[in-house]
């Protein structure tokens, strides 16, 4: 799953076709692994959109043909908030 930090541009297909681009990794604090991928989408009639899809979500990675395949329909992919979840966002408490 390396080729996920390096998966800008990368085709993103879900379970059913064709879902749009890899628009950024996104990197927790101190990790050289991304934990979400912003993807756009943009489908005729319909407004562009950026969902945060976590790397859980991620079923394969063909770096050389540069796509990145998901787990889930591309209706439910591109229905996920456009927002980073809260706890992603958190410290761990050091107290």
């Known amino acids: 799953m390396r ?19 890899v628009e950024t990794p996104v990197f927790p604090p101190s990790s050289p692994r991304a934990d979400f991928l912003i993807v756009r989408t943009q489908r005729p009639g319909r407004r562009m959109r950026r969902p945060v899809i976590a790397v859980a979500l991620v079923e394969s990675v063909d770096a050389r043909a540069r796509v990145v395949h998901f787990r889930g329909t591309v ?21």
Not at 15 to 20: A, F, K, Q, R, T
Not at 75 to 95: D, T
């Open 75 to 95: 209706q439910e992919l591109e229905h996920l908030p456009e927002s980073l979840p809260l706890a992603s966002l958190l410290r761990p408490f050091r107290g």
């Open 3 to 21: 080729a996920l930090s390096q998966s800008h541009g990368f085709a993103a297909v879900g379970s059913d076709g064709e879902l749009g681009v």
